[in-house]
């Protein structure tokens, strides 16, 4: 089955700081892989994905994430935090491209002026 | 980019009634559109998918007879939740798949249901 663990429930970082949200996943074979971030009463809006090819995507807002097969990781990265970055982000995994997206439990990011 | 709405953004409703919540994909053309639930400081849980003109498939512990999904056409799927319970209570947010051959994912704003 497939499963994504986010294992932070929250993050803080000074702004202009680097910060990294981080993303294991597990599934039985290639992943498609996402970042989703959520603001208050708000739905997803999506950052970026993995599909294939070069293990490092670069997505909307600065945001980057590192495809790590060897330690089955899709960390979010960006290198400097914004305080308008707080919000809730989400890793979701799916089998392929057209399957269903499984999320983690979600990442609360705190940035601090 | 693309644009899924949802409506209401925020329903109360009085246990026992039904609460019929609206999905549309604005700009584009939804072959398969998603339901999920999220309850506080929790992750989305997948209730069912939809396909345009075919019945839903739920997911494990989703009670299809209580919450009724039509996708009537590409562009708009409705969420009925029947005889609702102050336990239903939640964040329902919708997601629409773009067709072949872009397969992209795009979630609506979600709808706050409460159930007094």
Known sequence: AQSVAQPEDQVNVAEGNPLTVKCTYSVSGNPYLFWYVQYPNRGLQFLLKYITGDNLVKGSYGF???????????????????????????????????????FGTGTRLQVFP | GAVVSQHPSRVICKSGTSVKIECRSLDFQATTMFWYRQFPKKSLMLMATSNEGSKATYEQGVEKDKFLINHASLTLSTLTVTSAHPEDSSFYICSAREGPPVYEQYFGPGTRLTVT
């Open chain 1, 64 to 102: 980057e994430a590192e495809f790590n097969k060897s330690q089955t990781s899709f960390h979010l990265k960006k290198p400097s935090a914004l305080v308008s970055d707080s919000a809730l982000y989400f890793c979701a995994v799916s089998l392929y491209n057209t399957d269903k997206l499984i």
